[in-house]
T-cell receptor, first 117, second 113 residues
Framework: DGGITQSPKYLFRKEGQNVTLSCEQN?????MYWYRQDPGQGLRLIYY???????QKGDIAEGYSVSREKKESFPLTVTSAQKNPTAFYLC????????????????FGPGTRLTVL | AQSVTQLDSHVSVSEGTPVLLRCNYS??????LFWYVQHPNKGLQLLLK??????LVKGINGFEAEFKKSETSFHLTKPSAHMSDAAEYFC???????????FGAGTRLTVKP
């Protein structure tokens, strides 16, 4: 089965702790993305990566960090600096078109719900 | 710069009646436009996509959307709602040349028996 997997499905964190959310894809996609979803709001882009060992900040990168050591994997760390981390986190991927630009159809994982206790 | 506005945060219909979810967009480029559906605690699934070919786009599960440049709209419709259509729907505008993708705030569709 080809697709995007995220783990864990639910995650609880104490204040002051860092946590890492996993995202893996076997679609052979070059580009990967992390979004945050809050009730009543659309998705907001945290980070994205178009190639291994390279990533770019999105609209709300503060308090988050990522790595892209392998094409298949794009883990997101929510650090203690993120003031309001309780949210639903979605990972997505897409293929790259010509000239290194995204073809823009994104495929999403099932999400991780993070709750800060 | 791009933006997208979903005109209704919540739409309620009876099973078997038509569905209309409204979306207006703003873009300086020739955008691609999408509709995604999200069931509770799930990821987003692509319903349909417009990329400057036919203005009427047919998607999965009987949904379709019409691109109207003069009205900067991309409304989603379905002739007859089914209970399984109850979900959150997102309209998305994208400029792939600049790697910029914007999501609307979502419309929650409720289907009454």
């Amino acid at each position: 089965d080809g697709g995007i997997t995220q783990s864990p499905k639910y995650l609880f964190r104490k204040e002051g702790q860092n946590v890492t959310l996993s995202c893996e894809q076997n679609l052979n996609h070059d580009a990967m993305y992390w979004y945050r979803q809050d009730p009543g709001q659309g998705l907001r882009l945290i980070y994205y990566s178009q190639i291994v060992n390279d990533f770019q900040k999105g609209d709300i990168a503060e308090g988050y960090s990522v790595s892209r050591e392998k094409k298949e994997s794009f883990p997101l760390t929510v650090t203690s600096a993120q003031k309001n981390p309780t949210a639903f986190y979605l990972c997505a991927s897409s293929i790259m078109g010509l000239a290194g630009r995204s073809t823009d159809t994104q495929y999403f994982g099932p999400g991780t719900r993070l709750t800060v206790l | 710069a791009q933006s997208v506005t979903q005109l209704d945060s919540h739409v309620s219909v009876s099973e078997g009646t038509p569905v209309l979810l409204r979306c207006n967009y703003s873009s300086s480029y020739s955008p691609s436009l999408f509709w995604y559906v999200q069931h509770p605690n799930k990821g987003l699934q692509l319903l349909l996509k417009y990329t400057s070919a036919a203005t009427l786009v047919k998607g999965i599960n009987g949904f379709e959307a019409e691109f109207k440049k003069s009205e900067t709209s991309f409304h989603l419709t379905k002739p007859s709602a089914h209970m399984s259509d109850a979900a959150e729907y997102f309209c998305v505008v994208s400029d792939p040349m600049h790697n910029d993708m914007r999501f609307g705030a979502g419309t929650r569709l409720t289907v009454k028996p």
